[in-house]
C-alpha cells in the first residue's frame, strides 16, 4: 500500500486546512485508516480514525470539535477537516491504514505516509 498525503501548509491561527491522503495498491484489506501527528520534539501521537468499511469514526479527546476525519470510497482518499487551528497544533501529520479496526495505537498500523506539514502562527 502507497500512501501519498497532502494539504499541509503556513496558516494563521483561527484558519482551516483539509488534508488528503489518497491510497494506491494493494488496499482490499485496509480496515481502519487513521491520522496521526508529530510536533517538534514531541513523540508521535494518534490524532483520528475511520472504519474504511463502517465509516465509524474515533477521536483524540482534545480534538473532538475541531477535526473531521471523512473517506471517498471511490477515490480511496481519507480527509481530515481541520478547523479554528491553534499553535499547538503545528506537526508533520501522517495517515496510515491498519488491517485492524479502529485502534489509536500506532503499532496496529502497517503502512504510512510521508507527512505533511502543518505549521500554525499566532
Known amino acids: 500500500v502507497q500512501l501519498q498525503a497532502s494539504g499541509g501548509g503556513s496558516v494563521q491561527a483561527g484558519d482551516s486546512l483539509r488534508l488528503s491522503c489518497a491510497a494506491s495498491?494493494?488496499?482490499?484489506?485496509?480496515?481502519?485508516k487513521g491520522w496521526f501527528r508529530q510536533a517538534p520534539g514531541k513523540a508521535r501521537e494518534f490524532v483520528a480514525a475511520?472504519?474504511?468499511?463502517?465509516?465509524?469514526?474515533y477521536y483524540k479527546d482534545s480534538v473532538k470539535g475541531r477535526f473531521t476525519i471523512s473517506r471517498d470510497s471511490a477515490k480511496n482518499t481519507v480527509y481530515l477537516q481541520i478547523n479554528s487551528l491553534k499553535p499547538e497544533d503545528t506537526a508533520v501529520y501522517y495517515c496510515?491504514?491498519?488491517?485492524?479496526?479502529?485502534?489509536?495505537?500506532?503499532?496496529?498500523?502497517?503502512?504510512w505516509g510521508q507527512g505533511t506539514l502543518v505549521t500554525v502562527s499566532s
Open positions: 495498491g494493494r488496499t482490499q484489506n485496509i480496515l481502519t
Open positions: 475511520i472504519g474504511w468499511r463502517s465509516g465509524s469514526t
Open positions: 496510515a491504514t491498519s488491517d485492524r479496526k479502529l485502534s489509536s495505537s500506532s503499532s496496529n498500523y502497517d503502512n
